[in-house]
């Protein structure tokens, strides 16, 4: 069977590396999570002193990213592929609401992004790859043969996050992961360099009112209507 390149973009928490996961396991796909990569990124900005509450050195991020290596190792027992920066495995510290606080503000930056999209092209190469993201179906696979773009409202999304942030035992409040959904969508939609948007041929799923059977079970179709398609 021909092997496709599935773009997953949209706002924060909309459930993408849900479906990725899910989609990857059913059709043997490497999945990649773009978003880890800018998460290393800021979680080594903040070991290193370069980010704050207020205060970014970015000249100084910048400087340092020949110093900064991000790779994934995948992990049998949880199926899927852990993110490592330096070769410490960061995949438990990069999800705290500290990391999500700061990730935009070193999303932002050009050099961070030329650097991380000249990674994520190598991984998508062979074909067979789920990548998520912000810019995946716009700058990162623009020849992709299926663009998905999800969206839920921000009350979902925060709900979504709070619990998972709960479940995982962040003592966090539900406003201040709503606050921070709403600032990463605007912060995310208003960079400069590759803002979050909708490629012209991306399909929009709106699950908001969706279980995630419902979910996969929708895109599962469209996925194999496209593989048919490329046959
Ligand atoms: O998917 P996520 O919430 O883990 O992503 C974290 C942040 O990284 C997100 O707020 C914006 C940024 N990001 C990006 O700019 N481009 C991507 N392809 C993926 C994530």
């Known amino acids: 069977m ?5 773009a997953i973009d949209g706002f924060s928490s909309t459930g ?8 990857a396991k059913k059709l043997n796909y490497v999945y990649v999570d773009s978003g880890a990569m800018y998460r290393a990124v800021t979680f080594y900005a903040m070991q290193n002193g370069l980010i704050s509450d207020n205060d970014f050195n970015s000249e100084a991020l910048i400087y340092q990213l020949s110093n900064i290596n991000i790779s994934f190792k995948y992990n049998k027992a949880l199926g899927f592929a852990e993110v490592y920066l330096n070769d410490i495995n960061i995949e438990k510290q990069i999800r705290t609401l500290e990391v999500s606080s700061f990730v935009s ?3 932002a930056i050009s050099e961070v992004r030329l650097k991380l999209v000249e990674q994520q092209k190598k991984m998508g190469r062979d074909k067979g790859v789920i990548m998520d ?3 995946i179906g716009t700058v990162v696979f623009p020849a992709a043969e299926l663009k998905l773009f999800m969206i839920a409202s921000a009350q979902t999304r925060a709900e979504r996050r709070f619990q998972e942030l709960i479940e995982r035992g962040d003592k966090v409040e539900y406003k201040e992961v709503l ?3 709403q600032e990463r969508d605007y912060l995310d939609s208003n960079r400069e360099d590759s803002p979050l948007v909708k490629a012209e041929d991306a399909i929009e799923i709106d699950n908001s009112n969706m279980t995630l059977d419902e979910q996969f079970n929708k895109i599962l179709q469209l ?4 593989i ?3 046959e």
């Open 228 to 230: 048919e398609d490329c």
């Open 133 to 135: 993201g912000r810019d």
């Open 16 to 23: 993408k590396s849900t479906v990725a996961k899910q989609l």
């Open 223 to 226: 996925v194999k209507m496209t």
């Open 105 to 107: 503000q070193v999303a």
């Open 2 to 6: 021909n092997k496709i390149t599935i």
């Open 179 to 181: 606050n921070n959904v």
